[in-house]
């Protein structure tokens, strides 16, 4: 059977017209990215199309197109009259988007304890403790450890750097997961967390930049010790 997908569901709007039903494709697209990105299907694996055929409840064809479309999202390699593999994690590539990430959400992280209003706040203490809730929980824990990062992000009041941000951050989130993996990281997470969150209530910039630095790095840290 096709597993819901990883992404948040955002309720519709009542003046909204009805969205479509997502095609098969659409459906093992999803359930297939949530299985990558959360890294249930290992990098380097084989995606036996029987196999997935099998586990996702659909037939051959909705499995091809999905993988088609992983591999332009870059989760999947497609081989020549051969099975497609989850794609590798280079650290080549992820060390710069890594880079990036610590720029971009550390500088945010001190604007945001000057910008941010008391409604964000509300919400991100509200997000830390469902995160605390949810640490055994490795899908709910990811989309709100997704939330929590982007909120800060967007309290910044800046456009352009949400932007950026924006196209980087899911280009890392299995990177990131995978770093999640490491015995006592989503403790340690959680723990950095709520510094975070400690010092944007305190409207202390310099330590909020310096905490979001130093969580990000830590992420990139082990990530690399892993691969």
Known sequence: MIEAPLAESLPASPDAPPRPAPSLTEQAAAALRRLILLNLLAPGEVLNEPDLVARLGVSRTPVREALKLLAGEGLVTLRRNRAA????????DLVPLFEMEVALESFCAGLAAERMTAPELVRLDRLQAALEAARDDRDTYTRLNRQAHRLI????????IAEAHGRAFPRLE????????????????LAEHRAILDALRVRDPERARALMQAHVAR??????ARL
Do not use: C, H, I, Y
Not at 219 to 224: E, K, P
């Open 153 to 160: 992000v967007t309290a910044a009041r800046s456009p352009a």
């Open 219 to 224: 992420t990139q840290t082990l990530m690399m």
């Open 85 to 92: 593999l989850v794609a590798r994690l280079d650290p080549a």
């Open 174 to 189: 299995r990177a990131r997961n995978f770093a999640l993996a490491t015995d006592g990281r989503v403790a340690e997470s």
